[in-house]
């Protein structure tokens, strides 16, 4: 499984589409607007959310953060999965109140569009807090793009 280590910054971002880019590549090129937006929203979160000085300090990879990527057969059907790890405070971005999106935008609460979003985007999504860590995983269905 290929996988990159960067810092849990905004400034990754780049480097993140590369590497997701490397690994799907141009024939799956509307499926990698979608994964690139979902990874980019997630890190974003990672690097606002995750660490501060107290939250894990002690920690080898404090302030990192790991994507990785792979293809999963998963209900008969191929999809590439991407995944996020970091170490920062336990958080399941998934168990975020849903917003209400049916409310005009100056009514609506701020916050969880971002992952409202991703939730829609991908196929499946899963989230695991184990060991310290945080594990983000999203799956799109390659013959839905």
């Not at 971005?93 to 569009?113: A, W």
Request: charged content about 25%; aromatic content about 10%.
């Amino acid at each position: 499984m290929p996988e990159i280590s960067l810092p849990a910054t905004k400034d990754s971002i780049s480097q993140a589409t590369a590497f997701i880019h490397e690994h799907l590549g141009d024939r799956y090129a509307k499926l990698l607007t979608y994964v690139e937006l979902t990874v980019e929203e997630l890190l974003v979160n990672v690097a606002s959310y995750a660490y501060d000085k107290d939250i894990g300090k002690d920690h080898p990879k404090h302030g990192q953060l790991v994507l990785g990527c792979r293809w999963v057969n998963l209900d008969g059907h191929k999809h590439f999965c991407v995944w996020l790890r970091d170490w920062g405070r336990p958080f399941d971005p998934f168990c975020v109140e849903q917003p209400d999106t049916s409310l005009p935008v100056e009514e609506r609460k701020t916050g969880g569009l971002g992952v409202h979003l991703v939730k829609h985007i991908s196929s499946h999504y899963i989230y695991s807090g184990t060991d310290g860590s945080n594990t983000v995983e999203l799956f799109f269905r390659v013959d839905a793009a």
